[in-house]
């Protein structure tokens, strides 16, 4: 059996058509795809990265030992699954790029993915990532 650690990224939302709110309600519709799972919002997300469940961790492990970041990421094997939203990009962000010069070819491919989709939740504040520790 297999584990590994997969980051899904929101690619979109969508309103159920059973709970669409009427043309002149649309401010409503905006407001609760910003907000997040009411009036039968539902969010589709997508596999953007994935890794091995022990390279995750020597990956995690390139982070500054103590800081806010790693133990941002160490939720993963604590709690099974974590959520990185707009609060936590600039966070994030920096302590990958610093992780950078201690980082293997591998490594430092998913620090860019990751890196590629912080900015993405930076331009667009509702995209988050879920990212969850899966076992085959």
Request: aromatic share 8%; glycine share 4%.
């Amino acid at each position: 059996m297999g584990e590994s650690v997969v980051f899904s990224q929101l690619r979109r939302k969508f309103i159920d058509e059973n709970d669409t709110a009427p043309a002149q309600a649309q401010q409503v519709v905006y407001y609760s795809l910003a907000i997040g799972h009411h009036l039968g919002v539902i969010d589709c997300l997508e596999t953007a990265l994935s890794c091995p469940w022990d390279d995750y961790l020597t990956w995690i492990a390139t982070l500054e030992a103590g800081s806010e970041a790693r133990r941002k990421m160490e939720g993963v094997p604590r709690y099974g699954e974590i959520v990185i939203d707009s609060t936590h990009v600039m966070l994030l962000a920096n302590a990958f790029d610093r992780a950078q010069v201690r980082q293997n070819a591998q490594q430092l491919a998913w620090s860019k993915a990751l890196l590629s989709m912080l900015h993405d939740i930076h331009q667009e504040s509702a995209i988050y990532l879920m990212v969850r520790r899966l076992r085959d």
